[in-house]
């Protein structure tokens, strides 16, 4: 009997200037009636979307989100779902939400992000928050997304701040696999994984980074911009999803979690989070894929947080820091994925070292 299923990718991903142009075709073929869904950022292009989805022919109904994935949202969306396929147009909380009511329903979902701020657009995995924002579980699901477009005609219009934290979010995923990989590297699909991460990091994000935000900041749909955004949603998604049931969760996101249970939802992204939970892991360890002192530098250079202190945490040196500290270390995989020891004592010290240093800039 099997012991591993791989669901590895979307069923087709279009990336490039007018892939957004293929929903019609692609709704004419899987039928209708589709159900759209939407968040603020996605309204305008659900809106022309769903005009051009009427005129091929296929009925579309709009319903639009707002807040976190939660198992609430999650049922609303499933009670108006009908027999067609789901359409979901934003960031990651409507694309993952959206994610788990079609596969709760069995149908066909299509995701069209409007930012690049998580992987969110590939993975079939939604992440459940409680509706202030706190982390909750990774939800697997049964089916691959049937289709991603990745148009940067309609990514280039969201904030440079989005692209920053889906960056960072990226990177979050290679100083993982990197570190994890330094226990076992398993299986062939857990070294492709590893591959991924070390090219689309050194060739991609840390080459073309700082271009890709300037693009962005001139609604450029440039080709640096275009390689950016791919490699926060496509190559931060294969690698996850031909890596994670391998290389367990490590500081980066340990430390996002654990944040995400006492900062402000609405004010602190996910890829912020987890590039102040890079910063602690080039602290604690001894051999770091980046030094701190680069990373620090490249993440201020992109306008991301590099203290904890931006973010709102005050007191780190205090109970506050000590617990938000030992909330990472229980989220921390321990056995596949830190080669070292760590303990919550030694993660608070990485904290408060990582706003010393941010004071010293």
Known sequence: MSDRLYR??????????????KLPEITTQLGGPCLI???AGGRETAA?????????GVEARTLPFAGECTEVAIDRICAEISSGPLLAFGGGKV???????????HVSCITVPTSAATCAAYTPLSILHESDGAYVVSRRLHQPVAALLLDPNVLVAAPPRLLAAGM?????RAFDTILAARIHVPTATAAMSLAICRAY????????GDGALADNEKRSPSEAFTRAIEACIVGAGLAGETGARFFGRSFSHAVAYALSHVVNADGVLHGEAAGLGILVHCLIDPNPPIPFEAMQERFAGWGLPISFAEVGIDGLEGNAGRSLA???????DLERAIPFDVTPKGIHRGMVRVDEEARRT
């Open 8 to 21: 590895l990718a979307p069923g087709e991903i279009h990336v490039g200037q007018g892939a957004i142009d």
């Open 37 to 39: 869904i939407h968040d």
């Open 48 to 56: 022309e979307s769903s005009s051009r989805i009427a005129e091929a």
């Open 95 to 105: 694309l993952d939400a959206a994610k788990a009511a079609a596969s709760d329903r």
């Open 168 to 172: 960072a979010d990226a990177a979050a």
């Open 201 to 208: 990091l050194f060739e991609t994000l840390l080459t073309l």
């Open 326 to 332: 030992e909330r990472a270390h229980a989220y921390l």
